[in-house]
């Protein structure tokens, strides 16, 4: 165990839970879908940004990956949430609450690595975005 990894995971895990409470607070159920959403894109942008570039520091990388987006995005509000769904609104509020988290994530995920490659790449070969 390396104690910089630790307190990185710490420090970063400590923003994204502030920014996820926040996000949840001010959209509610929808916070959920845009912490997600957002947080697929940003996991793999970093993810792929990070393989190609090969600039920063490996506790750093653990602290944006697991830290900031590991506690930024969360599966088990997503699933309490369709389960409160379903209690509140019609099936097709939750049908399109499902399709928008899903299909949103996949895409989401997608142009982020894309979006990462290209960034990495172009940092490592010196140019500017």
């Known amino acids: 165990m390396n104690f910089k990894n630790i307190i990185s995971v710490a420090f970063f895990g400590f923003i994204g839970g502030i920014l996820r409470y ?3 607070v001010w959209f509610d159920f929808n ?6 959403i957002l947080g697929c894109f940003l996991l793999a942008f970093l993810t792929y940004f990070l393989l190609e570039s090969e600039t920063p520091a490996s506790w750093i990388t653990l602290g944006l990956g697991t830290g900031l987006i ?3 995005t969360t599966f088990s509000s997503f699933c309490l949430d369709t389960v409160k769904i379903t209690e509140i609104h019609a099936h097709t509020y939750l049908l399109i609450y499902l399709i928008i988290s899903v299909v949103g994530g996949y895409l989401s995920t997608f142009f982020g690595m894309k979006l990462g490659r290209l960034s990495g790449r172009n940092i490592k070969r010196g140019n500017r975005m």
């Open 31 to 36: 916070g959920t879908i845009i912490v997600n």
């Open 70 to 72: 590991g506690s930024f």
């Open 22 to 24: 926040l996000l949840g």
